[in-house]
């Protein structure tokens, strides 16, 4: 896809008008100090969100109409298409488990992804599949083979996951997402490490990080395995000379942790709101209102299970605006 800066000229007018509607962190922090799930619902309901939805369904209304308004607005909508792929594969996923089980995906699938869940519905088994994103739909068959062979259902987890990022590394186009992606996935192999370095994995843990490793971004597999060998001195190592090394602390919370790397990602979309035009901007609104949502849920999900205020703010992650 060529991509012109200036082609972008009316989509980032019209999407900077939109960024007005993001609801801030700060506001989230305000609301989690109200006494219901109902009560937050009713506040969000002027930056979009619906009440009549119910606190499982407002955030998934919102970033459909979210990806709706910015396909109108951009020239090429091929551009934004890559962001819907995370739920195709979570759809694919939830498909081929439930196939396994002998059960339905009702209610289990997300209407975000490039495939529609009537197409879903209404297409057999080798149709569907044929309409996925290209690695996604191959590796299901090597997942299906791994599976077989070791009964251990995260083997379908670890090929469509890994399918999944080199979808969208092949569909990326624009320099601003492609970096956003790397690093991603830099994060979510740390994370990885991380995990399986606090599990006292052993042996099984470098097995499964050669498994479950993504294919893509600066940090490689063998820097990562040599890392979960040395513990987390040979991860601080491995990070003090990347732009990672402020996320990652020794002996800190893995919720901590996986904040802070949710927060970079955060920081790098920022950089967007300097730009006059360009694909950075619409590209920026859509993740940034992905991460609204999920303070979202983290707040109403907060709230319904009873956590108080001051947890739910020290879960909550950092908003663009």
Same mark, same amino acid.
């Given at each position: =896809? *060529?991509?012109?800066?200036?082609? &972008?000229? &009316?989509a980032?007018?019209?999407?900077?008008a939109?960024?007005s509607?993001l609801?801030?962190? $700060?506001?989230?922090?305000?609301?989690?100090?109200?006494?219901s799930?109902?009560?937050?619902l009713?506040a969000? #309901?002027?930056?979009?969100f619906?009440?009549?939805?119910g606190?499982d369904?407002?955030p998934?209304?919102?970033?459909?109409s979210?990806f709706?308004?910015?396909?109108d607005a !951009?020239p090429?909508?091929?551009? /934004?298409? @890559?962001?819907?792929?995370? &739920?195709?594969?979570?759809?694919l996923?939830?498909?081929?488990k439930c196939?396994l089980?002998?059960?339905?995906?009702?209610g289990?699938?997300i209407?975000?992804?490039?495939?529609?869940?009537e197409?879903?519905?209404?297409y057999q088994?080798n149709?569907?599949?044929?309409?996925?994103?290209?690695? =996604?739909?191959?590796a299901l068959t #090597?997942?299906r083979?791994?599976? +077989?062979?070791t009964?251990?259902? *995260?083997?379908?987890?670890?090929?469509?996951?890994?399918?999944l990022?080199e979808?969208?590394?092949?569909?990326?186009?624009?320099? @601003?997402?492609r970096d956003w992606?790397l690093?991603?996935a830099?994060?979510a192999?740390? =994370?990885?490490c991380?995990?399986?370095?606090?599990? +006292?994995?052993?042996e099984?843990g470098?097995?499964?990080?050669?498994r479950?490793?993504?294919?893509?971004?600066?940090?490689?597999e063998?820097?990562?395995?040599s890392?979960?060998e040395?513990?987390e001195?040979?991860?601080? $190592?491995?990070?003090?000379?990347t732009?990672?090394?402020?996320? @990652?602390?020794?002996?800190?919370?893995?919720? +901590?942790?996986?904040k802070?790397a949710?927060?970079?990602?955060?920081?790098r979309l920022?950089t967007?709101?300097s730009?006059?035009?360009g694909?950075e !901007?619409?590209?920026?609104?859509?993740?940034?209102?992905?991460t609204?949502?999920?303070?979202v849920r983290?707040?109403?999900?907060?709230?319904r299970a009873?956590?108080s205020?001051?947890? /739910?703010?020290?879960? =909550?992650?950092?908003? &663009?605006?």
């Amino acid at each position: =896809m *060529r991509y012109d800066p200036a082609d &972008y000229l &009316y989509a980032s007018a019209r999407i900077r008008a939109l960024e007005s509607r993001l609801v801030s962190r $700060e506001r989230l922090l305000q609301l989690s100090e109200l006494s219901s799930a109902d009560e937050i619902l009713t506040a969000l #309901a002027e930056y979009g969100f619906s009440k009549e939805l119910g606190a499982d369904e407002a955030p998934d209304d919102m970033m459909r109409s979210t990806f709706a308004a910015v396909s109108d607005a !951009v020239p090429q909508a091929e551009l /934004i298409r @890559f962001l819907r792929y995370p &739920y195709d594969c979570h759809n694919l996923k939830t498909i081929e488990k439930c196939r396994l089980k002998g059960v339905q995906p009702d209610g289990l699938l997300i209407d975000l992804g490039t495939v529609s869940l009537e197409n879903l519905q209404t297409y057999q088994e080798n149709e569907h599949l044929s309409l996925f994103p290209t690695h =996604m739909a191959a590796a299901l068959t #090597a997942a299906r083979e791994s599976y +077989q062979r070791t009964g251990d259902p *995260r083997e379908i987890d670890f090929a469509l996951d890994k399918a999944l990022y080199e979808d969208m590394l092949a569909a990326t186009t624009v320099p @601003f997402a492609r970096d956003w992606l790397l690093a991603k996935a830099d994060l979510a192999n740390l =994370m990885l490490c991380l995990r399986l370095m606090r599990m +006292q994995s052993g042996e099984i843990g470098k097995s499964a990080l050669h498994r479950a490793a993504l294919p893509i971004g600066s940090l490689t597999e063998a820097q990562l395995a040599s890392a979960l060998e040395e513990g987390e001195n040979g991860l601080e $190592e491995l990070l003090k000379s990347t732009p990672y090394a402020d996320i @990652f602390e020794k002996g800190a919370p893995f919720s +901590q942790i996986e904040k802070a790397a949710d927060d970079y990602l955060t920081a790098r979309l920022r950089t967007a709101r300097s730009v006059i035009y360009g694909a950075e !901007v619409p590209l920026a609104y859509l993740l940034a209102t992905e991460t609204v949502c999920k303070n979202v849920r983290i707040l109403l999900t907060g709230k319904r299970a009873g956590l108080s205020p001051d947890i /739910i703010k020290e879960r =909550m992650r950092a908003c &663009y605006v």
